[in-house]
């Protein structure tokens, strides 16, 4: 017999129905203010980031040869390889689980953590030999093992730093950020002084990872729980099961993105790949910074809506979608057009290559911000797979342009393919998004629309100044007096 409620029952099921419902709108409207509050200091995070990764640029390009950055991006790729070849989502795993602030939870990740750095360590220094004969650069046996003891300091990273993140502590990270990189500053551009050498890029580097464990263990900078040695099961079971395609899909994306270096680097000298590596640098700052969007805001924002029925998610996430968005296509518009400013004005004549080159890798990078802020919303609702499948069309697409490139069209056919080249991953993770009804394509078209009008309207104002202020595109005097600063130091 159907079993029926009475009216008073009816009432009362209906009155907690909605008391639960304003508790959830109340939850989402706290954590959409959150979520706006986070934004605008990752804001600020990157921004200063960006200014001191250009003040370290500028001042090391004056103090090392191109030879060095070359020797740099190529060591730092191999290892980055060997990092992300073993990668089983850790943070993601953190972030998203509902298990991520317990503590057994944490200890096992960084249990996993330790160990990973460990034998990440030991295959970069068997690495070294081989690779220094591959690229004909035996200095490379000797920067490679001393360079990879950054995988095993930050293998003892404490999961403070994630759970952080996971909470959208973004000011206490913007703290950590921004003084392990003034740190990271001050130790190469003194050491650059003293030897000019590679080995600076490489003092810098360990510095910075040194200070950032030191103050990720330290309560008063990352408060919370204090990990120690730990394999739970249960925890075990939990992040393997996430991360069984993160780890394909990371070991995929290592070949996909880092190709330009592992494949230049036999086709270009490291004066030419040095220079490339500026380039890229000044031109994927847009990127970064909405890069910071998704992994510290529009991530661990996705994941505490993931609970939420699909329409309501989409609304929701596609609406704070648009406005990162809507910030990128600014960005990316004024770096495509204006970036080789940067290098007219204050760098060296030996990098005046990279001029033609930031327009180039600019412009390519739209195509790279719609995917990256639409993966956030796979990831928050547990679906991983397509990140395998796009990093695979992307690293087929990246090897063999390149090379095709270059052999038909020389360096610049080898930029246009590297522009294009995870346009594969694009539609995969487009594609995945729109089956799991995230559906983002309408958005994508409307918002290409309005970077494509960003980007006229730079190049029209860039031709007015040409014609009335020529001046602006003269050779700066900044490269000079640093320079001259040098030659007294």
């Known amino acids: 017999m159907e079993q029926t409620l009475t009216t008073e029952e009816a009432l009362d099921a209906q009155s907690v129905a909605s008391a639960v419902a304003s508790e959830d709108a109340a939850a989402i409207k706290t954590l959409e203010k959150r979520a706006v509050s986070a934004t605008m200091w990752t804001v600020l995070d990157y921004g200063l980031s960006q200014c001191l990764r250009v003040v370290n640029s500028l001042v090391l390009t004056h103090l090392l040869l191109p030879s060095a950055f070359g020797e740099m991006g190529l060591v730092m790729t191999l290892i980055v390889g060997v990092t992300l070849l073993s990668d089983v989502g850790l943070g993601p795993s953190i972030i998203q689980n509902q298990s991520g602030d317990d503590p057994a939870f944490l200890d096992?990740?960084?249990?996993?953590?330790?160990?990973?750095?460990?034998?990440?360590?030991?295959?970069?220094?068997?690495?070294?030999?081989?690779?220094?004969?591959?690229y004909h650069d035996p200095q490379l046996s000797k920067i490679l093992?001393?360079?990879?003891?950054?995988?095993?300091?930050?293998?003892?990273?404490?999961?403070?730093?994630?759970?952080?993140?996971?909470?959208?502590?973004?000011?206490?990270?913007?703290?950590?950020?921004?003084?392990?990189?003034?740190?990271?500053l001050v130790v190469t551009v003194a050491w650059a002084m003293m030897h000019a050498s590679v080995w600076a890029l490489v003092a810098g580097s360990l510095a910075s990872n040194i200070f950032r464990l030191t103050l990720s263990h330290i309560s008063w900078f990352v408060p919370g729980h204090r990990n120690r040695f730990l394999l739970d099961k249960k925890s075990l079971q939990e992040i393997f099961s996430f991360g069984k395609w993160i780890f394909l899909g990371t070991a995929l994306f290592f070949f996909a993105s880092q190709a330009d270096r592992l494949v230049m680097g036999r086709l270009v000298s490291m004066t030419t790949l040095?220079?490339?590596?500026?380039?890229?640098?000044?031109?994927?700052?847009?990127?970064?910074?909405?890069?910071?969007?998704?992994?510290?805001?529009?991530?661990p924002f996705a994941a505490r809506l993931a609970h939420l029925p699909i329409e309501e998610f989409r609304t929701r996430f596609l609406r704070y979608r648009l406005y990162v968005l809507s910030a990128g296509a600014a960005l990316l518009s004024i770096m495509?057009?204006?970036?080789?400013?940067?290098?007219?004005?204050?760098?060296?004549?030996?990098?005046?290559?990279?001029?033609?080159?930031?327009?180039?890798?600019?412009?390519?990078?739209?195509?790279?911000?719609?995917?990256?802020?639409?993966?956030?919303?796979?990831?928050?609702?547990?679906?991983?797979?397509?990140n395998a499948g796009g990093n695979a069309a992307w690293c087929a697409a990246m090897f063999l342009g390149i090379k095709i490139?270059?052999?038909?069209?020389?360096?610049?056919?080898?930029?246009?393919?590297?522009?294009?080249?995870?346009?594969?991953?694009?539609?995969?993770?487009?594609?995945?998004?729109?089956?799991?009804?995230?559906?983002?394509?309408?958005?994508?078209?409307l918002m290409t629309v309005f970077f494509l009008a960003c980007l006229a309207g730079n190049f029209a104002l860039r031709h007015v100044v040409q014609i009335h202020a020529p001046w602006v595109?003269?050779?700066?005097?900044?490269?000079?007096?640093?320079?001259?600063?040098?030659?007294?130091?």
């Not at 993140?165 to 003034?182: A, K, P, Y």
């Open 336 to 386: 495509a057009v204006w970036g080789s400013l940067v290098i007219i004005k204050v760098y060296p004549p030996t990098y005046s290559e990279a001029e033609w080159m930031i327009p180039v890798l600019a412009i390519g990078l739209w195509h790279t911000l719609l995917y990256n802020t639409t993966s956030p919303a796979l990831l928050a609702r547990g679906i991983s797979t397509y």
């Open 145 to 184: 093992p001393i360079l990879a003891l950054n995988t095993l300091l930050m293998g003892f990273n404490s999961t403070g730093l994630l759970t952080l993140s996971r909470h959208m502590g973004v000011r206490r990270l913007f703290f950590i950020d921004s003084s392990t990189q003034v740190f990271s």
């Open 405 to 445: 490139g270059f052999d038909h069209f020389g360096l610049f056919g080898a930029l246009v393919a590297i522009a294009a080249g995870d346009l594969p991953l694009y539609f995969v993770t487009e594609w995945g998004a729109t089956r799991h009804g995230v559906k983002p394509v309408r958005q994508d078209i």
């Open 108 to 134: 096992t990740a960084w249990t996993i953590q330790v160990i990973r750095g460990g034998v990440l360590w030991l295959g970069a220094c068997l690495l070294a030999v081989p690779a220094s004969w591959f």
């Open 473 to 489: 595109f003269a050779p700066g005097h900044l490269g000079q007096w640093l320079h001259a600063l040098k030659g007294r130091l």
């Open 274 to 299: 040095g220079i490339y590596s500026i380039a890229f640098q000044i031109s994927d700052v847009p990127r970064s910074v909405i890069n910071a969007f998704s992994s510290r805001v529009g991530f």
